[in-house]
């Protein structure tokens, strides 16, 4: 069963544009929730992470949105470059000691 | 940050043979380390929890026999993926979290890409 909920699946955007990818849990459990950047052949790599007490955080050009009474969570890449082509995955666990749960990833092409 | 180091990156193997991936932990010490599965495309799906000198948790539908896990150390676990098939094939990522951090990040390795012929 997939504890966290991601779309779209696939995302293009125009250099310059925004692109927002959302996430949607259940478990009121959960409290900790990163997104992951991979590449091709890679481990994901930490971008951002937020917890339930705030409901937004920036950095530079990477934004989180967090919800908690929708249960919901999104990242918003501003000023989107080419090289931010790759896979985003967000992520939810219970506190930062746990295994993390994954959404199912979203494929970001970000065009010239 | 904190690296977590995975070996090897890639291997071939016959069906039937094992393979061990090895997932180190290289400036801090990690008493849990999480072991996930990626099939191409797909999101990581978690195998099982690594505990330090103890037995690994595994999820629910993971084959403990398939998939042994050991942890002796503070800076290493292995998985050894036992009598290898070509459904065994995948991308296996560790990851670890630095206990003396603050941020409760979750540092990943680089992947093992097994391919099983």
């Known amino acids: 069963q997939q504890q966290v909920k991601q779309s779209p699946q696939s995302l293009i955007v125009q250099k310059g544009g925004i692109s927002i990818i959302n996430c949607a849990y259940e478990n009121t459990a959960f409290d900790y929730f990163p997104w992951y950047q991979q590449f091709p052949g890679k481990g994901p790599a930490l971008l951002i992470a937020i917890r339930p007490d705030v409901s937004e955080k920036k950095e530079g050009r990477f934004t989180i949105s967090f919800n908690k009474s929708a249960k919901q969570f999104s990242l918003h890449i501003m000023d989107s470059q080419p090289g931010d082509s790759a896979t985003y995955f967000c992520a939810a666990s219970p506190n930062s000691g746990y295994a993390l749960n994954f959404g199912k990833g979203t494929s970001l092409l970000v065009t010239p | 940050g904190a690296v977590v180091s995975q070996h090897p990156s890639w291997v071939i193997c016959k069906s039937g043979t094992s393979v061990k991936i090895e997932c180190r932990s290289l400036d801090f010490q990690a008493t849990t380390m999480f072991w996930y599965r990626q099939f191409p495309k797909q999101s990581l799906m978690l195998m099982a929890t690594?505990?330090?000198?103890?037995?690994?948790?595994?999820e629910q539908g993971v084959e403990k026999d398939k998939f042994l896990i050991n942890h002796a150390s503070l800076t290493l676990s292995t998985l050894t993926v036992t009598s290898a098939h070509p459904e065994d094939s995948s991308f296996y990522i560790c990851s670890a979290r630095d206990p003396s951090g603050n941020t409760g990040e979750l540092f990943f390795g680089e992947g093992s890409r097994l391919t099983v012929l």
């Open positions: 690594s505990n330090e000198g103890s037995k690994a948790t595994y």
